[in-house]
């Protein structure tokens, strides 16, 4: 895939668009975070937070630049009609999608690490001036620790599945704004669900099967009894919307005439 590989970089790099919003994704993520350690507080009497996770809210806010930037990376070329060119200078089209979703998967793993590392450094230093201090039971944040570390990774690797699920669906929607339209719903609106039902199973069902509800279940560091979903095996739930998404987009950029 040298030659796909190649041309999915040179597209990428010499666009003004895919760099803004790898610098927006690394800025406002540890903005994001920066801002919900500001406005918390511990008092005297204690309080009950998991401050990794805390730390590392803004996620919630750069997976939707990571989405737009996914989207943009195959839905751009159907937009200007220069997706008949790629495919016809390289006619294997799933050796073209795997290349987008290999070089998507690195400029986010490379993006989400600084602005996971931002979100750690924004807690560190912000949380103990609000009463997380080791007097309250809450040692300043730090990678050395298992948990938070799994939690940051972690985070790391949500970016990258939200990238590569958000790359499918654009395949196979084609258009860049219902492509965001659709991935911001099953991110956003299908996480608010379980909290609209009353009925417990079905809570439990929707936020099982919920991409970001249960991807994020990857930051929880304390109650992980309580979780609906272990941290890990909700990631694998995510993993499982990505893979399902790149399969059926594959398979229609196969199928069909563009």
């Not at 920066?34 to 918390?40: H, I, L, M, R, S």
């Amino acid at each position: 895939m040298r030659r796909e590989l190649h041309a999915e970089w040179t597209k990428l790099r010499t666009t003004t668009g895919p760099g803004r919003l790898l610098l927006a994704l690394v800025a406002l993520t540890a903005a994001a975070s920066a801002a919900a350690a500001a406005t918390v507080s511990c008092p005297s009497a204690g309080c009950n937070y998991d401050v990794p996770k805390l730390s590392l809210i803004g996620v919630q806010l750069g997976q939707a630049i990571v989405a737009i930037l996914a989207v943009l990376t195959i839905s751009g070329e159907y937009g200007t009609g220069m997706i008949r060119t790629t495919l016809a200078a390289m006619p294997r089209r799933g050796a073209v999608l795997a290349a987008k979703a290999a070089i998507l998967t690195g400029l986010t793993l490379v993006a989400g690490t600084v602005a996971v590392l931002g979100c750690v450094l924004a807690g560190r230093l912000i949380l103990p001036g609000n009463g997380f201090t080791p007097a309250h039971g809450y040692p300043p944040l730090s990678l050395a620790d298992g948990p938070t570390l799994r939690a940051a990774a972690g985070s790391v690797l949500y970016l990258v599945l939200i990238a590569l699920f958000s790359l499918g669906v654009a395949t196979v929607v084609r258009d860049s704004a219902v492509a965001i339209g659709v991935v911001f719903g099953l991110l956003y609106v299908f996480s608010i669900l379980p909290f609209m039902i009353a009925d417990p199973d079905w809570q439990r069902l929707l936020w099982d099967i919920s991409p970001m509800n249960a991807g994020l279940s990857i930051q929880a560091t304390v109650h992980l009894s309580s979780l609906p979903l272990s941290p890990w095996a909700g990631l694998g739930v995510l993993a499982a919307w990505a893979a399902a998404a790149l399969l059926g987009g594959g398979l229609l950029l196969r199928q069909r005439d563009v």
